[in-house]
């Protein structure tokens, strides 16, 4: 394992998420080695350029790039060189591929991906979507959603569905309850519905930090927990009843589920995405697709 941590340099002409996003994915890769980031963001001209080399050279490291504007990527590699710093543009490979399977050149704009266009327009307003319709708000009237996750209390429905929004999709939530009957938006909705589970344990767990959190001082909320009202919220079996339960109630609608108990929301989002994508197959947790 490497003694001291790699500081890595990020260096972008927008917002950096797309440099973030490469080394979150490539980083896991390396769990020996530690990687401390420094962000260079919105550089988009000269001068910048040169109050990052400034930064570089007081804390030499590493250099990961995304900067598409000629100038500016040559005065950062020939920065770098000076400093015997290695540079590499995340970008280059993949443009030059597009530009070899279309023909054109590329037309190297800063934060390209970042503009008001439609898709930016649905993402906004499926953010407006999820926070009118989280938590069963609004359950009358959910025919306009591409998704709705269904799942009993604490199974990551709301951070899910956010997570969706940013990707442009109108997801709903409506949680799952024992003895409450489903609103009839739900009952008549055709589009995609799908149960988020998660292991028992986990979820005790879960419910048990989260009241903690809720309630001034352990010592009271530990006493709360073992009140009446609280018990059964937290209680092991019957957690598990009403996990069975909401199983069940999947299964007989006909709604495939996701165990979220070692899943990201990321990866959560993505499997929902999928099951979106292809209507006619509902894929379940152990991987069987059944015919909707």
């Not at 419910?207 to 309630?215: A, I, K, Q, T």
Request: with cysteine.
């Amino acid at each position: 394992m490497n003694s001291q941590p790699i500081v890595l340099h990020l260096v972008s002409e927008a917002t950096g998420q797309t440099l973030e996003a490469v080394v979150r994915a490539c980083g896991a890769q390396f769990p020996e080695s530690s990687f401390v980031q420094r962000s260079w963001n919105l550089v988009r001209s000269q001068i910048q350029v040169g109050r990052v080399l400034a930064g570089i050279a007081a804390e030499p490291g590493p250099v990961l790039s995304s900067l598409t504007t000629p100038v500016l990527r040559d005065a950062l590699r020939t920065g770098c060189h000076r400093m015997g710093v290695h540079v590499e543009n995340i970008l280059d490979s993949t443009i030059y591929f597009l530009e070899r399977e279309t023909g054109r050149r590329a037309e190297r704009h800063p934060g390209g991906q970042y503009v008001m266009d439609d898709e930016y327009r649905r993402r906004i307003d499926a953010m407006q979507y999820v926070i009118g319709h989280d938590d069963g708000q609004r359950a009358k009237s959910l025919e306009d959603a591409d998704v709705i996750l269904v799942g009993v209390s604490r199974t990551s429905k709301t951070p899910t569905c956010f997570y969706l929004a940013n990707r442009g999709v109108r997801a709903a939530n409506v949680p799952l309850v024992q003895d409450v009957p489903l609103p009839a938006g739900l009952l008549e909705y055709r589009g995609t519905v799908v149960g988020l589970m998660i292991d028992p344990h986990t979820l005790v767990e879960i419910r048990r930090s989260r009241v903690g959190m809720m309630l001034p001082g352990r010592k009271f909320a530990r006493r709360r927990i073992s009140d009446e009202s609280m018990r059964p919220y937290v209680d092991p079996t019957r957690v598990e009843e009403e996990l069975v339960w909401a199983r069940r109630l999947c299964a007989r609608h006909g709604w495939p589920v996701i165990d979220v108990t070692h899943r990201s929301v990321e990866e959560t989002a993505a499997a929902i995405i999928d099951m979106i994508a292809h209507p006619p197959l509902r894929r379940m947790e152990n991987g069987t697709a059944l015919k909707k």
